[in-house]
T-cell receptor, first 113, second 114 residues
Framework: DGGITQSPKYLFRKEGQNVTLSCEQN?????MYWYRQDPGQGLRLIYY???????QKGDIAEGYSVSREKKESFPLTVTSAQKNPTAFYLC????????????FGDGTRLSIL | QKEVEQDPGPLSVPEGAIVSLNCTYS??????FMWYRQYSRKGPELLMY????GNKEDGRFTAQVDKSSKYISLFIRDSQPSDSATYLC??????????????FGKGTLLTVNP
């Protein structure tokens, strides 16, 4: 079955620590996205990538970093510079132009220890 | 004014009721309209995808788009407890060149009581 796999499902971060969230897709999509979801705030775009080795900042990129070395993979690093990292993180993918619906993974819940 | 407005609810209905969920928007550039359903601790899943004004039906679900009023709706007939979830409206607009950006409403939490 084609889809998007996010791991881990739950993640805990200590002060001053960087953590990396994994996102893998086997939908053969060119574009991949990272969103942050907070209660009452909806989905906010962190970073997106339309092609391997290229990515763009979204609306709330500060404190986050990404890489896109393979078409199937788009990991997100939450750095120690992100002072309020507790949230539900969602990865999505779509066609290159983004004019088709995005497909989502089941998210990673990140909490502070 | 936010680009997409959606009443967060919560909305609670008895089983079998007709549910109406709505979003309004201000950006005339929105061209494609979607409804996603999100169960607790899961990712959003696509329910409906429409382009033109009018109605689109899929089983118990009907999506309605009124571009002149900048208003979209999702109707759920014969609602079931399994429909209890957060419903997100989403809209696509050209963001420059051949690329598109997806904007979400904040979601409406629906509970269908047996």
């Amino acid at each position: 079955d084609g889809g998007i796999t996010q791991s881990p499902k739950y993640l805990f971060r200590k002060e001053g620590q960087n953590v990396t969230l994994s996102c893998e897709q086997n939908l053969n999509h060119d574009a991949m996205y990272w969103y942050r979801q907070d209660p009452g705030q909806g989905l906010r775009l962190i970073y997106y990538s339309q092609i391997v080795n290229d990515f763009q900042k979204g609306d709330i990129a500060e404190g986050y970093s990404v890489s896109r070395e393979k078409k199937e993979s788009f990991p997100l690093t939450v750095t120690s510079a992100q002072k309020n990292p507790t949230a539900f993180y969602l990865c999505a993918s779509s066609n290159h132009r983004g004019d088709q619906p995005q497909h989502f993974g089941d998210g990673t819940r990140l909490s502070i220890l | 004014q936010k680009e997409v407005e959606q009443d967060p609810g919560p909305l609670s209905v008895p089983e079998g009721a007709i549910v109406s969920l709505n979003c309004t928007y201000s950006n005339s550039a929105f061209q494609y309209f979607m409804w996603y359903r999100q169960y607790s601790r899961k990712g959003p899943e696509l329910l409906m995808y429409t382009y033109s004004s009018g109605n689109k039906e899929d089983g118990r679900f009907t999506a309605q788009v009124d571009k002149s009023s900048k208003y979209i709706s999702l109707f759920i007939r014969d609602s079931q407890p399994s429909d209890s979830a957060t419903y997100l409206c989403a809209m696509l607009a050209n963001s420059g060149g051949s690329n598109y950006k997806l904007t979400f409403g904040k979601g409406t939490l629906l509970t269908v009581n047996p």
